[in-house]
């Protein structure tokens, strides 16, 4: 199995200021293909899951371009560049080259 | 609009079975990869179960093999968890959530608003 830790577990953020997320997997995530199967989601409070970012750094769809993701291997970051009220919620990485798995989500608050 | 939806959650007690279904619109469910995720209360995600387009990959987390088994109907645009010998740690919010190639793969592009079922005596 893959385990997938992310840090810090919460973090509490003055609106207009950067946070950032880190994501470690016990395994590297660099398919054969060349592509890096590393996933971001937001919870908000009492939703569904959705995605952020796709294969390390691709933004979804409407995804705010304040939202970035980077990283390789097995070390992998989530940046904000400038938090928002409506970022609150709880952040989670995904890795799929062995299943899936998630890491223990991180809860975003504002200050 | 495209849109998932569960049904079929409940309150059920140890060692009982359970089918969840999904039911997908605004899109042709065949097209796609799909995944089951769940989510005991007040805890993180836990991904369950994947069905591959043509129905001939299927995988399935440590905790439910053998006792969870995915399936798809594509004529009705719907997916399936049959969840047999459950126990209370089966416990919780049970999503389906459709995986899309443009490019890159967006996998969880689509999400429902999840079943709720409880495993207690």
């Known amino acids: 199995d893959i385990v997938m830790t992310q840090t810090p577990l919460s973090l509490s953020v003055t ?83 062995y299943l899936r798995s998630f890491g223990q989500g991180t809860k975003l608050e504002i200050k | 609009e495209v849109q998932l939806v569960e049904s079929g959650g409940g309150l059920i007690q140890p060692g009982g079975s359970l089918r969840l279904s999904c039911a997908a619109s605004g899109f042709t469910l065949s097209s796609y990869e799909m995944n089951w995720v769940r989510q005991a209360p007040g805890m993180g995600l836990e991904w369950v179960s994947y069905i591959s387009s043509s129905g001939t990959g299927i995988y399935y987390s440590d905790s439910v093999r053998g006792r969870f088994t995915i399936s798809r109907d594509d004529a009705r645009n719907s997916l399936y968890l049959q969840m047999n010998s459950l126990r209370a740690e089966d416990t919780g919010v049970y999503y389906c959530s459709r995986d899309h190639y443009s490019g890159f793969w967006a996998l969880g592009d689509v999400w429902g608003k999840g079943t709720t079922v409880t495993v207690s005596s």
Request: glycine letters at 10%; aromatic letters at 10%; hydrophobic letters at 30%.
């Open chain 1, 15 to 97: 609106p207009g200021q950067p946070a950032s997320i880190s994501c470690k997997s016990s395994r590297s995530l660099l398919h054969s293909s060349g592509k890096t199967n590393l996933y971001w989601y937001l919870q908000k409070p009492g939703q569904s899951p959705h995605l952020l970012i796709s294969e390390v750094s691709n933004r979804f769809s409407g995804v705010p371009d304040r939202f970035s993701g980077s990283g390789s291997g097995t070390d992998f970051t989530l940046t904000i560049s400038r938090v928002e009220a409506e970022d609150v919620g709880i952040y989670y990485c995904m890795q799929n080259i």
